[in-house]
């Protein structure tokens, strides 16, 4: 089976910085997604890791440890609108994606 | 309009009835697969799809029954609805044969099921 790890909830300033952390054990890893989710919408993408290292998109980043079953999500010059959900879900054998529970982050001015 | 679409939007029904949850997608995408939200459980698998003869179980897949009508098109049924199958409902899509892309979900926008 899978188990994925990631912090229920975090509070941040609008115009700081947070990183949001996601543990995982898994068999047979085929990369890692990081969604963003707005309360009452669907999720949408927003990056992918299957090599080690850090991608870099714009605001987020996210980088990736598999050695270790570590991930993190960064989010640079917090806005308001980046209150929401992010959820961290691992692509294992089978191609099956599997979300972590999600973590909550609340952006206050 | 949504390239994935789910109907309904919002139902409530009563303990025992049957429901059918419908999901559609204009992506030509060849996978889909059906989710259930809870508060603080994130997205747990039911049931997916990688190709219209393809069905396969979830981890939550007990109470629940699948479809694949066309490749567009993914229902999802619960033959005797119970409370505990309250929940917010996500149809998902995605490409397997695109080179170069990740595989990533495209998400419908939800059908949100409250059994009394």
């Known amino acids: 089976g899978q188990n994925i790890d990631q912090p229920t909830e975090m509070t941040a300033t609008e115009g700081a910085i947070v990183q949001i952390n996601c543990t995982y054990q898994?068999?047979?890893?085929?990369?890692l997604f990081w969604y963003q989710q707005h309360a009452g919408e669907a999720p949408t993408f927003l990056s992918y890791?299957?090599?080690?290292g850090l991608e870099e998109k714009g605001r987020f980043s996210s980088f990736l440890s598999r050695s270790k079953g570590y991930s993190y999500l960064l989010l640079k010059e917090l806005q308001m609108k980046d209150s929401a959900s992010y959820l961290c879900?691992?692509?294992?054998?089978?191609?099956?994606?599997?979300f972590g529970g999600g973590t909550r982050v609340l952006v206050k001015p | 309009d949504a390239d994935v679409t789910q109907t309904p939007r919002n139902r409530i029904t009563k303990t025992g009835k049957r429901i059918m949850l419908e999901c559609s997608q204009t992506?030509?995408?060849?996978?889909m697969y059906w989710y259930r939200q809870d508060p603080g459980l994130g997205l747990r698998l039911i049931y997916y799809?990688?190709?219209?003869?393809?069905?396969n179980k979830g981890e939550i897949s007990d109470g629940y029954s699948v479809s694949r009508q066309a490749q567009a098109k993914f229902s999802l049924s619960l033959e005797s609805a119970i409370p505990n199958q309250t929940a917010l409902y996500f149809c998902?899509?995605?490409?397997?044969?695109?080179?170069?892309?990740?595989?990533?979900?495209?998400f419908g926008e939800g059908s949100r099921l409250t059994v009394l």
């Open positions: 992506k030509g995408h060849d996978r």
């Open positions: 998902a899509t995605s490409d397997s044969r695109q080179i170069g892309n990740t595989g990533e979900l495209f």
């Open positions: 879900a691992v692509r294992a054998a089978g191609n099956k994606l599997t």
């Open positions: 890791n299957v090599l080690d």
């Open positions: 799809s990688f190709d219209v003869k393809d069905i």
């Open positions: 898994t068999s047979g890893f085929n990369g």
